[in-house]
C-alpha cells in the first residue's frame, strides 16, 4: 500500500515548519533545480548526473525527460509520462552537515491520474552513500490545472549524515493509470539551525520535590546573524509560569555589551534553563529561536510534576497501542506505564518479525519482559497481518476473522516465529485491533476462538485469547473458559450511556470478562477541561460497574492520546494517571447522600477509602471523613480544604470537574454507607408511621454512641434522640415514629442524623 504509507510520513513530518515568515526567506540555500538548460549540459533530454532505478516494476518504457516548453517559474520542467510502471529519478548526493536542520520545497502538476501519484522524497547518506533516513511528501493526484506546492520539514539528520539526495517518483496501488503526465520543478532545499528539547523519562516525569531543567540543544548558527532563544512555561490552562530569554552570542567581547547573554562554546550549544520545584500538574515548554528579531524556528515539550509511585501488582487499567511504531521509546515505556497507574497492556505483535531493523523482536522482548516486571500484563494485539496474507482478502477485507476462520495451515505459519518469540512473555492475545468488527455475531465463534488458543497451547500456558465487540451487539453467552470480550463503539458513549450499557452487561449470565476501552474526547473539538472531565468520569463509571479491565485506546494517536510520540505526556495523561492511581486494585463499596446531593463513589483499598465526588453544580459539601483527608482534582494538583475546627468537618468546594479525596477513614466512610432509614418514606395521607435507623458499628472496637435526629420544623419524632452500645462489626436498630404536619408536601425532605461515636476517641459524624 504505497500511497496510504507515504502519506503517513508526510503528516508525521508537517507539524515541523518554521513558525513565522516565508520558507525561502528564513532559509539559506543548499540546493535547487530548476531543470532549465544549464543543468542539462550534454543535452541528453535529463538533468546532469541524476540518476534513474531500474529494476522490476520499473519498465524503461516509462518515459522520463526534461520538458522544455512548460515550467513552473522558467521554460523547463522534469516530466514523466505515465504508462503503467513505476518511475524513480534521483538526484546527485550533495554534501550537507548534521549541524542544521533542512527545509524542501518544490512543485508538481498533474493530468489524469486516477490511481497513480506523484511523490517526492528526500533522502539523507553517510559517508558510504547509504541511505539512513528517507522522508516523503504528500501525494499528488488527478487532474491540476496549477502546480501544486509541496513541502517537507524541517528534516533533522543524524550525527552521521553527510549527503542529500532527492528523489522524483510515480507511485500506485494494486490499480494502475495507463496514460497521464506528472512534472517536476522548482525543487529547492535550504538549511535552518537546529533547535532541539532533549527528551527522555526524566524529564517527561518529574518528582515534586525536584528541581526542573529543560535542555535545548543550538547547532548551526550563523555568526553573521543575531540570535535569541526565548523559553516559555505555561500549565494545563495555558497560563503563563515562567519564562527565560538570552542572546546567543559566538564572540566573547559581545557577552559584556549585551545584556542577559550567553557565549556559544562552538557549534553545538546546550542550554539548560533551571528553575525551582512546581506543583502538581501538567506543564508545557516552548522553545522559540529568533534570528534578526524574526522567530525561526520553535520546539515544544511537555512534563507532568507528579508524585512516583510503586507501582501495584494487581488492577484494571491498561493501556491500547494499536500500531507497531520503530519511533516508538519502547525502552522507557515500561517505566512510563508503570507511573500511569495501569495494569495492562496491548501491544501488536503480528508484523514485528517484519521490522527491517534486525534487532526489533529482541527490543520488544525485552520490553514485554519489562512490563511483567512493573506487574502490568502483556496482550498481545494480532490486528497487523502479514501483507502476504492480507492481500488475499484485498477485495473482500472485513477484518482478521476472515483469516482465522480458515484452516489453522493457512494462517498458522504466519504466526510460528510470533508464538514462539512471545508465548513465554505473553499470556493474553487479541484478534483483531479495537476498531475490528468482524467477530461480531460470527458463527461458530467459539470453536474459532478454541482453535487459535490450540496454537497457542503447543508453545505458551494458560494462554487466553479474546475479541472486540460492541455496545450495539448483545454480548456472546456461554463464552469459551480463558476468553475475554473488549468492548469499544466507534461512536464515543457518555459516562451516562456507559453506565447503562454496563448495568445491561453485568446482568448477562455466562459470559467471558468484559473489558473496556475508552476513547477520549478529541483535542480539536474540546478544551482541555471537557476532555479531561468527560474521561475521569467514564473512568469512574466502568470502574464502579465491575467492568473487569478499562484501557484506553491508542494512547499515541495524535488526537485522543495520553503519550506524544517520544514519550512526553499529553493534556489528558494527569487525568488518567491521577484516576487510576486512585483507584488501583480498589473495591467498590457504594456511595451516600450528600447535603448538597452530589454524586460519590467510595472506595476501599488497603486502609484508607477513596472517595470520588462531582456536582454539574458548583457547591459546596460540609462533611467529616477523616484526620488525615487529601484532596486533588483530575489533574493532580492539591485542594486545600477549609476547616471547622470545633466539628472537624472539611468544606469541599465541589464542581462538575471530578474531586478525589484519598486517605479518608474507613471506619467513618463505611458508617455512612452503613447508616440509613428502614423504610425512608411516608405514605401521603397525613398521619404518623413507624420507622427505624439502620446502621452497624464499622469500628475495630465496641464503640458507646449517641444519635440525633434532625427533622424540618414541624415534625413530631419520638424518640428523637438514642443511647446505643454495640459491638465490633454488630448493626443496631433504632426505632422511632415520626408524625408529619397537616401541610407538609410532598418531596424529599433533607432529613440528617447526628452520630457522636466513643471509640479510642470521640468522633462526630453527621449522615443524610
Given at each position: 500500500?504505497?500511497?496510504?504509507?507515504?502519506?503517513?510520513?508526510?503528516?508525521?513530518?508537517?507539524?515541523?515548519?518554521?513558525?513565522?515568515?516565508?520558507?525561502?526567506?528564513?532559509?539559506?540555500?543548499?540546493?535547487?533545480?530548476?531543470?532549465?538548460?544549464?543543468?542539462?549540459?550534454?543535452?541528453?533530454?535529463?538533468?546532469?548526473?541524476?540518476?534513474?532505478?531500474?529494476?522490476?516494476?520499473?519498465?524503461?518504457?516509462?518515459?522520463?525527460?526534461?520538458?522544455?516548453?512548460?515550467?513552473?517559474?522558467?521554460?523547463?520542467?522534469?516530466?514523466?509520462a505515465v504508462n503503467g510502471g513505476h518511475a524513480t529519478i534521483y538526484s546527485p548526493p550533495e554534501k550537507i552537515d548534521a549541524d542544521h536542520a533542512y527545509v524542501f520545497r518544490g512543485y508538481v502538476k498533474t493530468q489524469r491520474l486516477v490511481?497513480?501519484?506523484?511523490?517526492?522524497?528526500?533522502?539523507?547518506?553517510?559517508?558510504?552513500?547509504?541511505?539512513?533516513?528517507?522522508?516523503?511528501?504528500?501525494?499528488?493526484?488527478?487532474?491540476?490545472?496549477?502546480?501544486?506546492?509541496?513541502?517537507?520539514?524541517?528534516?533533522?539528520?543524524?550525527?552521521?549524515?553527510?549527503?542529500?539526495?532527492?528523489?522524483?517518483?510515480?507511485?500506485?496501488?494494486?490499480?494502475?493509470?495507463?496514460?497521464?503526465?506528472?512534472?517536476?520543478?522548482?525543487?529547492?532545499?535550504?538549511?535552518?539551525?537546529?533547535?532541539?528539547?532533549?527528551?527522555?523519562?526524566?524529564?517527561?516525569?518529574?518528582?515534586?520535590?525536584?528541581?526542573?531543567?529543560?535542555?535545548?540543544?543550538?547547532?548551526?548558527?550563523?555568526?553573521?546573524?543575531?540570535?535569541?532563544?526565548?523559553?516559555?512555561?505555561?500549565?494545563?490552562?495555558?497560563?503563563?509560569?515562567?519564562?527565560?530569554?538570552?542572546?546567543?552570542?559566538?564572540?566573547?567581547?559581545?557577552?559584556?555589551?549585551?545584556?542577559?547573554?550567553?557565549?556559544?562554546?562552538?557549534?553545538?550549544?546546550?542550554?539548560?534553563?533551571?528553575?525551582?520545584?512546581?506543583?502538581?500538574?501538567?506543564?508545557?515548554?516552548?522553545?522559540?529561536?529568533?534570528?534578526?528579531?524574526?522567530?525561526?524556528?520553535?520546539?515544544?515539550?511537555?512534563?507532568?510534576?507528579?508524585?512516583?509511585?510503586?507501582?501495584?501488582?494487581?488492577?484494571?487499567?491498561?493501556?491500547?497501542?494499536?500500531?507497531?511504531?520503530?519511533?516508538?521509546?519502547?525502552?522507557?515505556?515500561?517505566?512510563?506505564?508503570?507511573?500511569?497507574?495501569?495494569?495492562?497492556?496491548?501491544?501488536?505483535?503480528?508484523?514485528?518479525?517484519?521490522?527491517?531493523?534486525?534487532?526489533?523482536?529482541?527490543?520488544?522482548?525485552?520490553?514485554?519482559?519489562?512490563?511483567?516486571?512493573?506487574?502490568?500484563?502483556?496482550?498481545?494485539?494480532?490486528?497487523?497481518?502479514?501483507?502476504?496474507?492480507?492481500?488475499?482478502?484485498?477485495?473482500?477485507?472485513?477484518?482478521?476473522?476472515?483469516?482465522?476462520?480458515?484452516?489453522?495451515?493457512?494462517?498458522?505459519?504466519?504466526?510460528?516465529?510470533?508464538?514462539?518469540?512471545?508465548?513465554?512473555?505473553?499470556?493474553?492475545?487479541?484478534?483483531?485491533?479495537?476498531?475490528?468488527?468482524?467477530?461480531?455475531?460470527?458463527?461458530?465463534?467459539?470453536?474459532?476462538?478454541?482453535?487459535?488458543?490450540?496454537?497457542?497451547?503447543?508453545?505458551?500456558?494458560?494462554?487466553?485469547?479474546?475479541?472486540?465487540?460492541?455496545?450495539?451487539?448483545?454480548?456472546?453467552?456461554?463464552?469459551?473458559?480463558?476468553?475475554?470480550?473488549?468492548?469499544?463503539?466507534?461512536?464515543?458513549?457518555?459516562?451516562?450511556?456507559?453506565?447503562?450499557?454496563?448495568?445491561?452487561?453485568?446482568?448477562?449470565?455466562?459470559?467471558?470478562?468484559?473489558?473496556?476501552?475508552?476513547?477520549?474526547?478529541?483535542?480539536?473539538?474540546?478544551?482541555?477541561?471537557?476532555?479531561?472531565?468527560?474521561?475521569?468520569k467514564r473512568m469512574v463509571t466502568a470502574k464502579y460497574l465491575g467492568a473487569d479491565a478499562i484501557f484506553a485506546s491508542s494512547v499515541f494517536d495524535e488526537q485522543f492520546g495520553l503519550l506524544n510520540r517520544n514519550g512526553s505526556p499529553t493534556?489528558?495523561?494527569?487525568?488518567?494517571?491521577?484516576?487510576?492511581?486512585?483507584?488501583?486494585?480498589?473495591?467498590?463499596?457504594?456511595?451516600?447522600?450528600?447535603?448538597?446531593?452530589?454524586?460519590?463513589?467510595?472506595?476501599?483499598?488497603?486502609?484508607?477509602?477513596?472517595?470520588?465526588?462531582?456536582?454539574?453544580?458548583?457547591?459546596?459539601?460540609?462533611?467529616?471523613?477523616?484526620?488525615?483527608?487529601?484532596?486533588?482534582?483530575?489533574?493532580?494538583?492539591?485542594?486545600?480544604?477549609?476547616?471547622?475546627?470545633?466539628?472537624?468537618?472539611?468544606?469541599?468546594?465541589?464542581?462538575?470537574?471530578?474531586?478525589?479525596?484519598?486517605?479518608?477513614?474507613?471506619?467513618?466512610?463505611?458508617?455512612?454507607?452503613?447508616?440509613?432509614?428502614?423504610?425512608?418514606?411516608?405514605?401521603?395521607?397525613?398521619?404518623?408511621?413507624?420507622?427505624?435507623?439502620?446502621?452497624?458499628?464499622?469500628?475495630?472496637?465496641?464503640?458507646?454512641?449517641?444519635?440525633?435526629?434532625?427533622?424540618?420544623?414541624?415534625?413530631?419524632?419520638?424518640?428523637?434522640?438514642?443511647?446505643?452500645?454495640?459491638?465490633?462489626?454488630?448493626?443496631?436498630?433504632?426505632?422511632?415514629?415520626?408524625?408529619?404536619?397537616?401541610?407538609?408536601?410532598?418531596?424529599?425532605?433533607?432529613?440528617?442524623?447526628?452520630?457522636?461515636?466513643?471509640?479510642?476517641?470521640?468522633?462526630?459524624?453527621?449522615?443524610?
Amino acid at each position: 500500500m504505497i500511497l496510504s504509507s507515504l502519506a503517513t510520513c508526510y503528516l508525521a513530518l508537517l507539524a515541523g515548519l518554521p513558525v513565522e515568515g516565508n520558507l525561502v526567506e528564513d532559509t539559506l540555500p543548499v540546493l535547487s533545480y530548476s531543470f532549465e538548460t544549464r543543468q542539462d549540459q550534454d543535452f541528453d533530454d535529463l538533468p546532469d548526473d541524476w540518476s534513474r532505478r531500474r529494476g522490476p516494476g520499473y519498465p524503461e518504457y516509462v518515459d522520463v525527460k526534461i520538458d522544455r516548453n512548460l515550467g513552473h517559474t522558467g521554460q523547463q520542467s522534469l516530466h514523466i509520462a505515465v504508462n503503467g510502471g513505476h518511475a524513480t529519478i534521483y538526484s546527485p548526493p550533495e554534501k550537507i552537515d548534521a549541524d542544521h536542520a533542512y527545509v524542501f520545497r518544490g512543485y508538481v502538476k498533474t493530468q489524469r491520474l486516477v490511481h497513480d501519484a506523484a511523490l517526492i522524497s528526500v533522502s539523507f547518506l553517510d559517508h558510504k552513500r547509504q541511505r539512513v533516513q528517507h522522508f516523503v511528501s504528500r501525494p499528488v493526484s488527478g487532474t491540476h490545472k496549477d502546480w501544486v506546492e509541496v513541502t517537507l520539514g524541517p528534516l533533522t539528520p543524524q550525527a552521521n549524515v553527510r549527503f542529500i539526495v532527492l528523489g522524483c517518483h510515480v507511485a500506485h496501488n494494486d490499480q494502475k493509470d495507463i496514460s497521464g503526465d506528472i512534472w517536476f520543478d522548482d525543487l529547492w532545499v535550504g538549511s535552518l539551525p537546529q533547535l532541539d528539547i532533549l527528551n527522555n523519562y526524566h524529564r517527561h516525569f518529574v518528582d515534586h520535590s525536584a528541581e526542573i531543567r529543560v535542555s535545548s540543544r543550538i547547532s548551526g548558527l550563523n555568526p553573521d546573524n543575531k540570535y535569541r532563544l526565548d523559553l516559555e512555561l505555561v500549565d494545563n490552562s495555558n497560563r503563563h509560569i515562567a519564562d527565560s530569554s538570552l542572546a546567543l552570542v559566538t564572540r566573547p567581547e559581545d557577552v559584556k555589551i549585551v545584556e542577559n547573554s550567553r557565549l556559544l562554546d562552538g557549534n553545538n550549544h546546550t542550554e539548560v534553563w533551571r528553575l525551582q520545584p512546581m506543583e502538581y500538574g501538567f506543564y508545557e515548554v516552548r522553545s522559540k529561536l529568533v534570528r534578526d528579531q524574526k522567530s525561526i524556528l520553535e520546539k515544544k515539550t511537555t512534563f507532568a510534576v507528579i508524585d512516583l509511585v510503586t507501582p501495584r501488582s494487581t488492577g484494571e487499567f491498561g493501556w491500547t497501542i494499536s500500531e507497531e511504531d520503530e519511533d516508538l521509546p519502547v525502552k522507557e515505556l515500561p517505566e512510563i506505564a508503570a507511573q500511569a497507574g495501569i495494569n495492562w497492556i496491548k501491544y501488536p505483535l503480528w508484523n514485528v518479525m517484519e521490522s527491517a531493523d534486525i534487532h526489533r523482536t529482541s527490543q520488544v522482548a525485552e520490553m514485554l519482559d519489562q512490563f511483567s516486571s512493573r506487574g502490568i500484563t502483556p496482550v498481545g494485539l494480532l490486528n497487523h497481518p502479514p501483507k502476504k496474507l492480507r492481500s488475499q482478502f484485498a477485495k473482500d477485507w472485513l477484518g482478521v476473522s476472515g483469516i482465522f476462520t480458515m484452516p489453522s495451515s493457512f494462517w498458522s505459519p504466519s504466526l510460528e516465529e510470533v508464538f514462539a518469540r512471545y508465548t513465554s512473555l505473553v499470556n493474553y492475545w487479541q484478534l483483531g485491533g479495537d476498531d475490528d468488527n468482524s467477530f461480531i455475531g460470527l458463527q461458530n465463534l467459539n470453536e474459532t476462538l478454541k482453535k487459535v488458543k490450540s496454537q497457542l497451547d503447543l508453545i505458551g500456558r494458560d494462554t487466553h485469547v479474546g475479541i472486540h465487540w460492541d455496545w450495539k451487539t448483545p454480548l456472546p453467552t456461554d463464552s469459551m473458559p480463558q476468553s475475554f470480550v473488549s468492548i469499544n463503539n466507534a461512536e464515543r458513549l457518555s459516562p451516562v450511556e456507559l453506565a447503562r450499557e454496563l448495568q445491561n452487561a453485568r446482568l448477562s449470565p455466562g459470559g467471558s470478562p468484559r473489558w473496556v476501552t475508552l476513547t477520549p474526547l478529541p483535542k480539536d473539538q474540546y478544551t482541555a477541561e471537557e476532555r479531561g472531565i468527560d474521561l475521569a468520569k467514564r473512568m469512574v463509571t466502568a470502574k464502579y460497574l465491575g467492568a473487569d479491565a478499562i484501557f484506553a485506546s491508542s494512547v499515541f494517536d495524535e488526537q485522543f492520546g495520553l503519550l506524544n510520540r517520544n514519550g512526553s505526556p499529553t493534556l489528558l495523561f494527569l487525568p488518567w494517571r491521577t484516576m487510576a492511581i486512585a483507584l488501583q486494585g480498589a473495591r467498590y463499596q457504594g456511595s451516600f447522600n450528600m447535603p448538597n446531593k452530589s454524586t460519590n463513589h467510595v472506595f476501599m483499598r488497603d486502609d484508607e477509602a477513596i472517595i470520588v465526588v462531582w456536582n454539574e453544580e458548583p457547591t459546596e459539601e460540609v462533611i467529616y471523613l477523616g484526620e488525615d483527608v487529601v484532596a486533588t482534582d483530575i489533574w493532580g494538583k492539591r485542594i486545600s480544604l477549609e476547616r471547622d475546627s470545633s466539628t472537624r468537618r472539611h468544606t469541599l468546594p465541589v464542581t462538575s470537574s471530578p474531586m478525589i479525596l484519598r486517605k479518608c477513614n474507613q471506619q467513618i466512610a463505611n458508617w455512612r454507607l452503613a447508616a440509613q432509614f428502614e423504610i425512608g418514606k411516608s405514605r401521603s395521607e397525613y398521619g404518623g408511621h413507624a420507622d427505624a435507623v439502620l446502621g452497624k458499628n464499622t469500628f475495630m472496637q465496641s464503640v458507646r454512641g449517641k444519635a440525633v435526629l434532625n427533622v424540618p420544623r414541624g415534625w413530631e419524632v419520638e424518640p428523637q434522640e438514642w443511647v446505643f452500645d454495640t459491638g465490633a462489626g454488630e448493626k443496631f436498630r433504632l426505632e422511632t415514629f415520626m408524625t408529619l404536619p397537616s401541610n407538609a408536601s410532598l418531596g424529599r425532605k433533607d432529613v440528617s442524623i447526628d452520630f457522636d461515636i466513643f471509640a479510642e476517641r470521640k468522633y462526630s459524624i453527621r449522615v443524610h
